[in-house]
Structures are given as structure tokens and as C-alpha cells.
């Protein structure tokens, strides 16, 4: 089956970008094009949260989502999040709690973070595990991600 | 994933008219986050795709009509529902229902109208909009048609709708008073495909009863409204015994499914429970 | 202490929070190929046909290789760390649904996994075999010839053998159990059931081979690097140093990657087609790599008069499936435990390994160990209830104390029995005179306890080398894998405490095996041990040569110099360079042939606990785990913090292992690979958990410390069941403990069994 590469155009990380991309990929290719490794499909199936990327500021499974509907929308992925140099307070928190381990979850444990902080400044225990109810940590860090939200709520 | 093609309409006729009736590799997407899985593990494999995001935006609208229903555009997303303030004030069964369906990233892109179109009877919206009396409409090539949402469902993973039809909007009556609630059971980890859905809706009058919905999902091969329970509910007190009753005659009624979730004899035995306890969260709020 | 013992972030912390941290899953190279594999779809048949040639056909394809290409290449291309069993791609036969058969190259991995849909292959089906039990009749066999690779004594015997399933059989015989039976006042005898469940580290299995000049890189997400060298190395028929293992961090490992899993593949299509070539696993592809062994366990005790267990039969079968993988040493090294952490003079065990048709079994978190401690355990409580005695009284009379042997002969030593059972007693409130409150309607609470032991793996080797700069900062080469459990920063405050410098002034470097120098393999919780102490080793080596060198520059002996000025002096300038370094291997005696008992058989001792109360809704069965306690001996924790994550994190992967993870199996074919119907305990289903280190010290660690990857597995699954029986009176023998196990337990204590599906 033929199919045609479109070109599509978005912000990526705060700069306009454009690249050709053909319908069946998703939008953890495309990052991958750009080199941006931190949204990495896992399951599959938007249960695990590894491929969570912000889409117009909301986030989003990577690994269900066709790359070719960022056109003309802006993509902030986890690389983003130090571009001043400085980590965020949710980044800042999951270390000092000891949130991860083998880290491979993790950007995704933080985007979606961001997402409940931005809506839930002061989030409860169970705002906390009602957004990060569709991240899975494997290695089981759960009670120091709780820690860390509740710490990074704090600044 | 093999490749295909994806037109982008701008008009919800002008997508009806890019599906065809005799095509089943052509079909419409909205969020994209059940289709996806199909496409994924080779289930469905597209030649196009008609992807619905630049329909008119009003398609996307939820809105208090004149008689207090609310109409649910089938491209608003799950989440929009979630937040929705008319839903919040009016529908908050169906708002507490939002927050166990799959997570916050899907509910961000999946649309109302994929959701009730996919067919798969674990999905929670179908039974609760089922209900609480909603009613579908649909838009066709010639014609635009309504119908009660449970009878959309023809059987495990099928609905009535043609190829070339796509659902539209969803009515849902305003409550007047009626009690509701929506229990989903999963029986392996806490978010996971129910085991089993059960949704309520009834009036009460003088302390019993009146005109019940009950319907199952998740158990059943599609989304069932259980006709002899709400009989043995009608009229009925809300006690231990009136509760049994309907239980075990849900249990009777619907046709349960084995699978990875439980045994259809322990299903059936979570719906005896499980419709008392619905009944019981309807009248009194509590999440048992 | 200063370093040893400090409670920092780990040293990737920045990396991993950005989403920069080095996984094999970024890398890419010109001109790479992705491959994707054909799988079989059969549990066990003869490959009689593959029909490549419409998937060859297909635009982009690059290449379909067989198994009959790589034997062109690898005349014997058969791996596996303990009998040379496992075909790269199949040959003549396949014995599991999911194994390789071919495998389409494509530069765009879409385009290669339409080739593999256009793949045929015909087989002539032959019966199954899927019970562990049932293996043990000769009337199917998996292989038609037994392959020990040599390594392993205790496997030697089973060379060439033919018309069996068993891939190893472990005896010890202690004291004399027949008459210990006959004289106990009581006999006591149970049989449990572990299911297959898997690692699913988030990661899938991903690797890449590189042609180089005269050599070949293979980067690979893998736990045991210089074994895959080696093992490369045999296939090739190359010497060692033409091929180079590099592992950066791995996106979770939990046993799945050790030895060879798709390194032997990817370097023989990288060679085959003179291009790099990447294969990564999709979640779905894990279910039919690598698995935990499904287990029966038939355990008998007698028990004296005074309520000492005074004998103990362990007769164990180990589903391994279709190839053996290390199994076997799962089956000898956890088998000589298997009678538990108690005192027994009269002991029998009869542990077996078997070839099944089923995705093969390894070491996942435990090596065994909690298969074992799922069915001792239970089998104790039933024993303490059934005396009526209160099950942490009757644990305090019968356990292993320090100084004691244990079954296999060994004694105990630096082994926190005790002080396990006594931190969990007294966290679950145990001592308290209080009554348990155990509820009433239709939720019923209950509370248990369960602790197990590990040996650890023995004889092998680490090795590690320091490299102290001319500013007196530090470089750590060693090949163990920080896959997550921290041993990059626990091995930067062994170096930082001998060097007396701060942590954050040491750097690791990654197993690279052209560099870094030999490990036996980041597995069963060996590292801290034994790696830490060659670190330990190799710091004190670079600063008794950082001595000398001060001698040499004539600095007074016993005066501080920091290293930099020592460096300058000699040198007259920032220049030159300190190297230590040291290997380690610690004692080991193997198991008696005859008796399999041995007074040296490991170099530390393991003991993790859990205590559990849950709360059983007796209208659907329905269990919530109301609080976890975990507890586990150490020794001195490098690093508290990364320690109890550690703790906890282990805990939380056998709570998954305990009520919701199964893998289901339909005539072969595994029915729920997915995260979507193989369920993992996700932030809604962890209990309120308390995780303890006992104050301990392992006098032979690097600054008392010693491994705790897998403790926190050990006591949750029996320490879960055992509080269902005290809520529900209904016991529970087979795992995973599912809401309609207990129901159905439950119905049938009320003479209402639940008929079947």
C-alpha cells in the first residue's frame, strides 16, 4: 500500500519546525527524528505512560497518537522542561523524594505531573493517583512518585 | 503498523461521503486511541483512514437544551465531558464515571462519538449514557437518524451503524430527580477493563421504586439492558430482600461471558452483588 | 564513615529526570536495518517448510534470514549459559509458541514487520507437554538429546541423555528424615502451585550488532555483558577480544537480561548482512523471550511434641520450558533452601528442572527463592494453626539462628533471622496484647507474616579498576549493569570512602568489555558483594600506589596530602595517573554428589520478611492488602534510601506476582500478551507500606553491606495468603490469589462450590 508523506509543520519544544511524515507513524517517531529519546513507547497501548508527550499543553500517549496531528500544534516533550538551565520543581522533586529507579518511566511520571499541578496546584492523595493512574512503574517507586508530587506541590 | 492513507475533511458531510458502505478498510477516526490498538496488533488494517478533527468545531459542543437534557457532540473528548460544568451539575454520575475510565492521557484525546461507536462491551461510557436514557443521533449519507443508545449495540464488538454512517451527538434527558449510579468492577488490578459494568437509573416514589433501567457490560458480549430485573425492581422498596430479588434475577437474565477478568459463574455472582450495591450508591452517594 | 552510609540522590538522577539518560532503545547507525521476527505459532513440531518469498518480494525489504543462513555462518548455533540448547533461529524444530523461526530486515522497522506478515512456515505438530508435572513421564520429550555446556559440574551426568525432560535433578539428604517422620508426634503435608509470570521490565529486550574492522560491537540492553562476550565469542569461534559489549543504562532488567537473549541473533544478521542491525522486542514479543517458573511444590514436616519442626520433605518441580536458560541453577542454588529459614536436623529434598513446551523460565527477582517461600511459608502457618499456636511463636522456636546450619550444611552467619521476625512482629503490632480486629459483615480482616532466605550465587568473579586522575579525581570502570538498583552510586561511595573524597567526584564507567574488565553478570544480588568489595579492592590498591608515589616524591610518610598535590610534586605538573585494581571471588564448596550438602556453599546469606492485613470482601472475594510490612538484613546499607526503595520496589513487583499477574496459556499460545490483560500492580493497587532495613552488619561486605535486589520478594505472596486464612478461614495454595480463588474457596468452605466455567 502506497501512501503519501505530508509535510506538517509545528512548534517543537518551543521552535517551529517542519519535517515530512507519512500517516502510520506516531508521534514517538517523529520525536525520534529529532533526536528526543525521552518519550519512549513501552506497552503500546497508552497504559504505561513511558511515551507521555504535552500536545498543545496537554498530554498525550505518544504511542497512540498519528504523528501527522501535531500539525500546526505545539509538542513540548521532557527535554524541554531544564531549557532554562534550571530543572523543574517537579524534575527537582523526583529526585530529592528517590522517585525512580531505572528511569525509564519516569519523564512520563513528570509530564504527567505537570499536567495534575497545573490543574491541581494542591492536589490530594487521591488527585495524585487518579492522574498518574495510567503511568506504571515497574520497579515500583510509587510511594516516593506520591512523595515527590506532594513535595513539588510545595513550591 | 502498515501504511495507509488519511484524508482530513473539513465537513461532517464531506466525511460521510469520503467512507464507503461496502469498505470495511476504510473508516473514520477520532481520537484514535481504541483504533490505534486494533491497528497495532493487526486486528484492522486501514487502506484510509477519515480523520474527523477538522469537522465544523460545533460537532465537538456540549450543551444544555431547552428541556435540560444535554447534547454531547461526538467529537468532544472524554476529558471535556469530565470537566464539563452542565455535566458536573447535572450528570454527576456520569462525571464520577469519567474518572475511572482508562486515564487522564486517553480521556485528553479519545472522542464521545468513538467511544460509544467502538462496540467493545467493556467500555464504560455505553452503559451509563445507556442508563440514563440517552439516545444517539447519527448522520448518513441521505439521512440523519436517532435511536436509544442500547440499541446501537448488535453484539460483541458490532453496532448497527453502516460503514458509511457516523454518530453525530448524544442526547442524555436531564436527570428530574432520578437516582443513578454507574459501578465498575475490575477484578485484577485497580484500572483495568471491568470485569463486569453495572449502571442504574430510577425514580423514587413513596419510598420505592420507580421505572428502573438496568443495564450490564463488560460481562455480557454487549451492552444489556436487564429487563426482568428492573421488574423485580419496579415498585419495589429498596430493601435487602427487593435488592436480592433483582440480583439474582439479573443473574438469571444476562448472558455472561468467560474470560481473563473471571468465569461467567463468578461474574454472574458479581452482578447479584453488584446491582444491589448500584442501587444502594444511587440512593445514598456512598461507593460502597 | 562519610561516604559509605550517606543518603545521596543517585548520580544519573539528572539524566533520568530529562529523559537523557543513554538506553540501548536510542541508539541508531548509518546505514542500520531494524529486524523483525517470524514467530511460531505452534507449541512443539517439526519445521518441515518456510515460505520467505513473498515478504522478500515486498519494496524496502533488505533481507528474510532463517535459521539454515545463520547455520551457513554458525555451525553450531546453539546457546545458553547452562546447556547449549537454544537455536538462534530454529532449526529442524521448535518447541514453544513464539520462537524465532525467521527474522525480515528492513531500514524501516514498518516495512520489515509487513515482510514478517507475509512469512508462511508449515509444521508437522507433535504433542505438548505444559504441566511441570506431567513433564516429569517421558511419553513427550521436549529435546531429543540433553546439551549441558560444560560449565556446571553438577550437569555433567546428563550429557548425551535422551528420552527425558528433566535438565537437572538436585538431592541433599540430612540427619535421617524417614525415621524423624515416623517418630513426630505430627505430620504435615501440603502441595502449592506458582503460575508463569514475567519480568516485563519497561525496556524490552533491545540490541544491536555493529560489523567493525576484524571485530563486532554489540550494544545491547543486557545484564551480563562478559558473558555474552564470551558466549559471542564461542558461537563465532572467535577469541574474545574481537567482540565488544556496551551497555548503557537499562530501562529495568529484573533477571530478564542475563546471558544471552538477542545478542546471538543480532550479531548474526549484523555479519550476515555486513550492516548494524537492530532488533527491538515490542511489549508483546517479551511473553515469548523469557518467564519465572511455574512451580509445584510438595512439602511434608514432622513436628515434635514440644512443637519443633523436627523433619522436612521438599520434593520441587520447576517448569522451565522449552529451553533451559540457567534454570537449573535455579533449580540447585534456591533448591537447598527450600526447606525454609529453620532449624531441622532430618532433611530431604528432590528439586527438579524441566523442559516443557512453554516460553522458557530463568531468574526472575529471587532466582526461585519465592516460589519456595509461597509454599514454606503457608505450609508453616498451616502447621502453627493446625497446633494452634500463634505462627510468629512458632516461627521464634523453629528458626535458623545465627551460627546454625542450615539444611545444606553452611552455617548462618551474618544472617538477621531474628531480628527479621521480631521488626515485622513488632511493626504488625504482633506483641501487642491487643486483639486483632477482624471486622464483620461482609468484610473480614486478617494478618500474616512470612520470611525467607537466599544464598547467593557462587563461585564468580568480579573484577574492577580505579583510575585516579593527576586532580585526584576518580574513574570507576566495572562491568556491572545499573539497571536501576544504584550500583553506579553505591560503588562511587565505596571508591569516595577509601579515597577519602567526596561521591560526586567519582565517575563510572559503563560496561564496555574492551574497557571495563570482567564481571560474572548483575544477577541475584550479587553486585554490592561481590563487585563491591573488588571496588573496595582496587580504591585501596590506587591509594597504597598513591602512597608510594607520595614516597617517591619524597612526601613525609603519614602525612594527608590530597591526591592532586601528590600528583604535582611527582610530576612537576597536573600529570600521570594512579591505577588500582583488584578482582574478587570469594570461597565456595560445591554440594556433595552423593548428599548435596557443602559447609561453604555461599559467601552471604539473604532474609527479607513481610507481614500483610488485609481486608477479604466475602460477597466477591474481593482482597485489598490493607498495609505491607517490609523488612530485610542488608547488612550496613551503602546508601539508606536507594536501600528501602530497593526494599519496597521488590515488594510491590511480587504484590503484582501475588494477586493479579498470570500469564494464560491456550493450547500453548499465550492469550494475554499485553500490558492490557497482564496486569501489573499500578499506583492504585499499593497498600500503605513500611520498609525496614534491620540493623545488621555482613563482616565480609564492602563496609558490612552486602545485596538486596530480590529480599523484599520474599515473604509477600505467603505473608498475604496467611492473612486471608486469618480473616476468611479459607487457604489459598495456588498463585496468583484472584478474587474469584477466593470466592471459590470461600463457597466451597460453605458446601456451595461454585460450579466451573
Given at each position: 500500500m502506497m501512501t503519501t508523506a505530508r509535510t506538517i509543520a509545528f512548534t517543537l519544544n518551543g521552535q517551529q519546525v517542519s519535517t515530512m511524515i507519512e500517516p502510520h507513524r506516531n508521534l514517538v517517531e517523529l520525536l525520534q527524528r529529532f533526536d528526543l529519546f525521552g518519550s519512549r513507547e513501552s506497552c503500546g497501548q497508552g497504559l504505561c505512560g513511558c511515551c507521555t508527550v504535552l500536545v498543545d499543553d496537554v498530554a498525550v500517549s505518544g504511542c497512540l497518537y498519528f504523528a501527522v496531528w501535531v500539525d500546526g500544534k505545539s509538542v513540548t516533550t521532557v527535554?524541554?522542561?531544564?531549557?532554562?538551565?534550571t530543572l523543574s520543581p517537579v524534575q527537582q522533586a523526583f529526585i530529592e523524594a528517590g522517585a525512580f529507579q531505572c528511569g525509564y518511566c519516569t519523564p512520563g511520571f513528570i509530564l504527567m505531573s505537570h499536567q495534575l499541578l497545573k490543574e491541581?496546584?494542591?492536589?490530594s492523595d487521591d488527585d495524585i493517583r487518579h492522574y498518574l493512574s495510567g503511568n506504571l512503574c515497574r520497579c515500583g517507586a510509587y510511594p516516593e512518585i506520591i512523595e515527590a508530587v506532594k513535595l513539588a506541590a510545595k513550591r | 503498523m502498515i501504511p495507509f492513507d488519511m484524508v482530513e475533511p473539513a465537513s461532517l458531510q464531506e466525511a460521510v461521503s469520503l467512507l464507503d458502505p461496502q469498505e470495511p478498510t476504510i473508516r473514520p477516526v477520532a481520537g484514535g486511541t481504541a483504533l490505534m490498538l486494533m491497528m497495532k496488533s493487526g486486528v484492522f488494517q486501514p487502506t484510509r483512514l477519515v480523520c474527523?478533527?477538522?469537522?465544523?468545531?460545533?460537532?465537538?459542543r456540549i450543551t444544555l437544551v431547552a428541556d435540560g437534557a444535554l447534547r454531547i457532540g461526538a467529537m468532544a473528548t472524554l476529558r471535556q465531558v469530565e470537566k464539563d460544568a452542565d455535566v458536573a451539575a447535572r450528570l454527576p454520575v456520569l462525571k464520577r464515571a469519567m474518572r475511572t475510565l482508562s486515564n487522564v492521557r486517553v480521556r485528553n484525546v479519545a472522542r464521545v462519538g468513538g467511544a460509544l461507536a467502538h462496540g467493545d462491551p467493556h467500555m464504560d461510557l455505553p452503559p451509563v449514557l445507556a442508563a440514563l436514557g440517552a439516545r444517539v443521533a447519527i448522520a448518513g449519507p441521505k439521512q440523519s437518524r436517532e435511536m436509544p443508545l442500547e440499541d446501537l449495540y448488535a453484539g460483541y464488538y458490532e453496532t448497527v451503524l453502516e460503514k458509511n454512517e457516523l454518530i453525530t451527538a448524544v442526547m442524555v434527558p436531564a436527570l428530574d430527580g432520578r437516582k443513578a449510579a454507574y459501578m465498575k468492577v475490575t477484578s485484577r488490578t485497580a484500572d483495568d477493563w471491568p470485569s463486569l459494568g453495572v449502571a442504574v437509573s430510577f425514580a423514587m416514589k413513596n419510598g420505592t421504586i420507580s421505572d428502573p433501567v438496568v443495564v450490564v457490560s463488560a460481562a455480557t458480549a454487549k451492552v444489556t439492558r436487564m429487563k426482568t430485573a428492573e421488574a423485580a425492581l419496579n415498585n419495589a422498596a429498596p430493601d435487602d430482600a427487593s435488592l436480592r430479588r433483582a440480583g439474582d434475577a439479573a443473574a438469571e437474565e444476562a448472558e455472561v461471558l468467560s474470560d481473563a477478568h473471571g468465569s461467567a459463574p463468578y461474574k454472574r455472582e458479581l452482578l447479584r452483588v453488584y446491582l444491589r450495591r448500584a442501587v444502594r450508591q444511587a440512593l445514598d452517594g456512598s461507593a460502597e | 564513615m562519610t561516604e559509605a552510609g550517606r543518603e545521596l540522590p543517585r548520580l544519573e538522577a539528572r539524566a533520568k529526570v530529562t529523559g537523557r539518560a543513554e538506553y540501548t532503545h536510542n541508539l541508531r547507525l548509518p546505514g542500520m536495518l531494524y529486524g523483525k521476527v517470524f514467530r511460531s505459532t505452534v507449541p512443539h513440531g517439526r519445521l518441515r517448510r518456510i515460505d520467505t518469498a513473498a515478504a522478500r518480494a515486498l519494496d524496502g525489504v533488505h533481507r528474510v534470514i532463517t535459521g539454515e543462513d545463520i547455520r551457513r555462518l554458525i555451525p553450531e548455533p546453539y546457546y545458553g549459559p547452562a546447556f547449549h540448547d537454544q537455536p538462534i533461529l530454529a532449526l529442524d524444530k521448535v518447541r514453544h509458541v513464539g520462537e524465532p523461526v525467521a527474522v525480515a530486515l528492513a531500514a524501516d522497522p514498518h516495512v520489515a514487520e509487513r515482510a514478517v506478515q507475509l512469512i508462511a512456515a508449515e509444521y508437522e505438530e507433535l504433542p505438548a507437554v505444559y504441566d511441570e508435572v506431567a513433564a516429569m513421564r517421558p511419553d513427550i520429550v521436549v529435546h531429543d538429546m540433553l546439551k549441558p555446556a560444560g560449565t556446571f559440574a553438577d550437569l555433567k551426568h546428563l550429557k548425551g541423555r535422551t528420552g527425558t525432560n528433566v535438565a537437572l535433578d538436585y538431592h541433599l539428604r540430612r540427619g535421617d528424615p524417614d525415621e524423624a517422620f515416623k517418630s513426630a508426634a505430627h505430620v504435615f503435608e501440603h502441595t502449592f502451585k506458582t503460575q508463569q509470570c514475567l519480568h516485563v521490565p519497561f525496556e524490552p529486550f533491545v540490541a544491536m550488532a555493529e560489523p567493525a574492522d576484524n571485530a563486532l560491537v554489540i550494544h545491547t540492553s543486557n545484564q551480563t555483558p562478559s558473558f555474552v562476550r564470551t558466549e559471542i565469542a564461542r558461537l563465532l569461534g572467535w577469541?574474545?577480544?574481537r567482540v565488544r559489549v556496551k551497555v548503557p543504562y537499562l530501562g529495568g532488567g529484573f533477571g530478564a537480561k542475563v546471558y544471552v537473549k538477542l545478542e546471538a541473533l543480532v550479531a548474526a544478521l549484523a555479519l550476515i548482512v555486513r550492516r548494524p542491525v537492530k532488533v527491538a522486542l515490542t511489549m508483546e514479543e517479551q511473553f515469548y523471550v523469557i518467564t519465572k517458573h511455574p512451580t509445584t511444590f510438595r512439602i511434608k514436616s514432622g513436628v515434635d511434641t514440644d512443637g519443633r519442626i523436627v523433619a522436612r520433605a521438599c520434593e520441587v518441580f520447576w517448569n522451565g520450558g522449552a529451553y533451559a536458560d540457567i534454570g537449573p541453577r535455579v533449580t540447585q542454588k534456591s533448591g537447598f533452601t527450600s526447606p525454609g529459614p529453620y532449624d531441622i536436623d532430618n532433611v530431604r529434598i528432590d528439586s527438579y528442572e524441566l523442559y516443557t513446551n512453554r516460553t522458557p523460565a530463568g531468574a526472575l527477582r529471587g532466582f526461585g527463592i519465592p516460589q519456595l517461600v509461597w509454599a514454606y511459608e503457608s505450609h508453616t502457618d498451616l502447621i502453627a494453626r493446625e497446633l494452634d499456636v500463634d505462627p510468629v511463636a512458632f516461627r521464634r522456636r523453629n528458626i535458623l539462628r545465627d551460627g546454625r546450619p542450615q539444611a545444606s550444611g553452611t552455617a548462618m552467619k551474618d544472617a538477621a533471622v531474628a531480628e527479621v521476625l521480631e521488626t515485622l512482629a513488632a511493626r504488625m503490632g504482633w506483641n501487642d496484647n491487643q486483639p486483632f480486629d477482624h471486622g464483620g459483615g461482609a468484610i473480614r480482616r486478617g494478618r500474616g507474616i512470612a520470611i525467607g532466605f537466599k544464598a547467593s550465587i557462587s563461585p564468580t568473579t568480579s573484577v574492577a579498576i580505579v583510575n585516579v586522575s593527576a586532580d585526584g579525581s576518580a574513574v570507576l570502570y566495572t562491568s556491572t549493569v545499573d539497571m536501576g538498583q544504584g550500583s553506579d552510586t553505591a560503588y562511587a561511595q565505596i571508591v569516595a570512602e577509601v579515597l577519602a573524597v567526596k561521591t560526586e567526584a567519582v565517575r563510572i564507567v559503563h560496561p564496555d568489555t574492551d574497557v571495563t574488565p570482567y564481571d560474572?553478570?548483575?544477577?541475584?544480588?550479587r553486585s554490592l558483594f561481590h563487585m563491591g568489595n573488588a571496588v573496595r579492592l582496587a580504591a585501596e590498591d590506587a591509594l597504597a600506589k598513591l602512597r608510594a608515589l607520595a614516597a617517591e616524591a619524597g612526601l613525609p610518610e603519614g602525612t594527608n596530602y590530597p591526591p592532586a598535590e601528590i600528583f604535582k610534586k611527582r610530576f612537576g605538573m597536573q600529570a600521570g595517573n594512579v591505577i588500582g585494581a583488584a578482582s574478587f571471588m570469594p570461597t565456595y564448596k560445591s554440594p556433595d554428589p552423593q548428599t548435596g550438602l557443602s559447609d561453604n556453599v555461599t559467601p552471604f546469606w539473604m532474609i527479607g520478611g513481610a507481614g500483610a492485613e488485609v481486608a477479604v470482601d466475602t460477597e466477591t472475594g474481593a482482597v485489598r492488602v490493607e498495609k505491607l510490612v517490609n523488612a530485610a538484613d542488608c547488612g550496613r546499607p551503602i546508601n539508606p534510601a536507594v536501600a528501602r526503595t530497593q526494599l519496597s520496589g521488590a515488594a510491590t513487583m511480587q504484590l503484582g506476582f501475588t494477586l493479579s499477574e498470570v500469564m494464560l496459556l491456550d493450547g500453548g499460545q499465550v492469550t494475554n500478551a499485553s500490558l492490557a490483560d497482564y496486569k501489573i500492580p499500578g499506583i492504585r493497587d499499593i497498600p500503605p507500606m513500611q520498609s525496614e532495613l534491620v540493623a545488621a552488619e555482613q563482616h565480609s561486605g564492602p563496609f558490612g553491606a552486602k545485596g538486596l535486589g530480590?529480599?523484599?520478594?520474599?515473604?509477600v505472596s505467603p505473608a498475604i495468603a496467611n492473612a486471608i486464612h486469618d480473616a476468611v478461614g479459607v487457604r489459598i495454595t495456588e498463585l496468583p490469589i484472584t478474587a474469584e480463588a477466593v470466592f471459590r474457596a470461600l463457597r466451597q468452605q460453605a458446601g456451595r462450590p461454585l460450579e466451573d466455567a
Open positions: 527535554e524541554h522542561l531544564d531549557a532554562d538551565g491541581h496546584p494542591n492536589p | 474527523l478533527h477538522r469537522i465544523e468545531p460545533e460537532h465537538a | 577469541p574474545e577480544n560474572m553478570g548483575t544477577l541475584g544480588s530480590e529480599s523484599g520478594t520474599f515473604g
